[in-house]
């Protein structure tokens, strides 16, 4: 009576569509496609997002005022992925990044190439490797390298 | 809020592994809850339940809940969220006039059901976050604990001295699932790295567990139990969940709750009124954020409180004397156990973590990523 037993399930979940918001998101993506971040600036508390919202998400306002950020910036923050979500391994650290490019007020996420994980400090300055295959997808964003500016 | 709503009873229950099923984890938790005030179901107003539906695997998972919780042709809700927010919602449905007792079930199976961090993973926003694929619970704490680190020029050990606070007074609690008799700061620093900074041991552990609360009006209080705790005051605030919009050093959500709950408690100086907090960490670093927002230290002053043994159960201002959720974290029944933990110090009935002669606690309970959304209690005999 007192026995519990495990029993394994698995769920199929149906397909989601997300729909996307015009804005923001769509202006970025263009903008990646020619090599270049594209933002947009609340009119009223000056704040950049990218990718931004339709509104100000302080204000609670509609924005429309798209900005140009830069492909350059600087570490904000860091962490060296040791193992994955589920507890695997990397085979190699993998550095994980929090950006303040420059002209922006969000921040963005991206890996680091390029430099051993010991050396990563917040305030060195890193800039965007663009793919040489440009499609218009996050996946334009390669990864971010040092910079020397 | 003076003497208006009583803590009367809890019950609670944790393990890495329970070995039970989540019917049998609830009957116990309740059944055993009544037997102890000698009520039925009879005696309960309404129940809330504080459960997610992703970790139970189904859909308004709480209607398989209420029977094995005793509801049975009785009134029932839910909230989706930590479960300090089902005790403010059963303190406000007492406060209306409409009902006498409000009982508080919560629990989470993630040590052996389903990952914990996948709820935060399924969490995210779908469009952008999970098509980079780069943030997740862990690497988002990390960046708030390197953040947190970098800003007052802390090392690692501070981390591993807050993991070892929380650790070795978890270690003397049988209510907690992470048993590590006699931790140190060195085993924390020679657990594996995760996502770094982030060692195993700075991280609440994968837990199974639950907790049922009791809540009474101050005159059916009286009838059920010779030690009330009263709840003195509440709050909750929510920061945005674009961690990217925010500074992870500071916790101005649980700023904004704390000076709620704090100015219906009636508390100008938390730091000198308060007793102990019971405050859901998920990770080490988050203790002094935390501890700051709720007006307790300065977190630059983190370093020294740590290593002086302030925070410890015999320290001025105890931090988890329970052992907090780095010794367990049932997913959302972690703000309950704090609630629980205070109520059971202000009984006296603590153990070997017993506080000495607190008259009031503050308990914090959170959600999201980085504490995007925190609630806090004020308690008090």
Redesign the interface.
Known sequence: MEE?R?VS?Q?ELST?K?R?EGGG?QLMLRGMKEGRFKGVRCHKCG?V?L?APFYC?KCYIKIHEPVDVDDHGTI????????D???NPMEE?QI?L?VKLDGC???????LKGKD?RDVA?GQRVKIKWAEQRTGT?QDMECFVPAED | MENKVAIVGVNLDSALDIEKSRERLIFDLVRGLMDDLGIEPTDVDTTIFATNDFLVGRTISNVFEDSPAGVYMRDESKVEMDATNAVMYGTMRILSGNYQTALIVSQGLCGHQVSPYLHISYSLNPIYDRQLGLLNELSAAAFQARDFLTKYGFGDDLMHAIAANSLANAALNPRQARQLPDISPQQVSESPYYYEPLRELHCYPPTDGGCAILLASAERAKELTDKPVWILGLGSSMDTYYIVERDLTVAPSATKAAKRAYEMAGISDPAREICFAEIAALFAHQEPILAEALGLMEASDAAEKYQSGETAIDGKLPINPSGGALGGHPIPATGGFRVAEATLQLRGEAGKNQVKDPKRAVVLGQDGICAQQNSVLVLGI
């Open positions: 519990t495990t399930a769920w989601y997300f996307i998101l704040f997002y990718p998400r904000m923050s860091y962490t060296v992925v040791m193992s979500i589920r507890g650290p994980s929090m007020d969000s921040w963005i996420m991206g890996t994980w917040i996050l």
